[in-house]
Nanobody, 116 residues
């Protein structure tokens, strides 16, 4: 049974930081590409950051220089360090796991709210 479990969301003031974690089980984590997506109310889900099995990273323009994605294959976990948070970063953040020719999996999401 595949599980992706996100944690680390919450309420933070503008300019603050949060670190999201996504712990995976039931998959061969090290060979899968991982990503963080977010969905704000009334908007489509969008890519925030991704990291390939070879540790190549990609970021949305809106988060470049503020967010950092990383992975720990020994812990089957992918992280998203979010700094200098803005109100427009408010969304539900989802973890995604994919590999060409294999099923894609999503986590249940964690709420991030940036507000004073």
């Amino acid at each position: 049974q595949v599980q992706l479990v996100e944690s680390g969301g919450g309420l933070v003031q503008p300019g603050g930081s949060l670190r999201l974690s996504c712990a995976a089980s039931g998959i061969v984590f090290s060979i899968r590409d991982m990503g963080w997506y977010r969905q704000a109310p009334g908007k489509e889900r969008e890519l925030v950051a991704s990291i390939s099995s070879g540790r190549n990273t990609r970021y949305a323009e809106s988060v470049k220089g503020r967010f950092t994605i990383s992975r720990d294959n020994a812990k089957n976990t992918v992280y998203l360090q979010m700094n200098s948070l803005k109100p427009e970063d408010t969304a539900v953040y989802y973890c995604k796991s994919e590999r060409s020719g294999r099923p894609t999996y999503w986590g249940q999401g964690t709420q991030v709210t940036v507000s004073s």
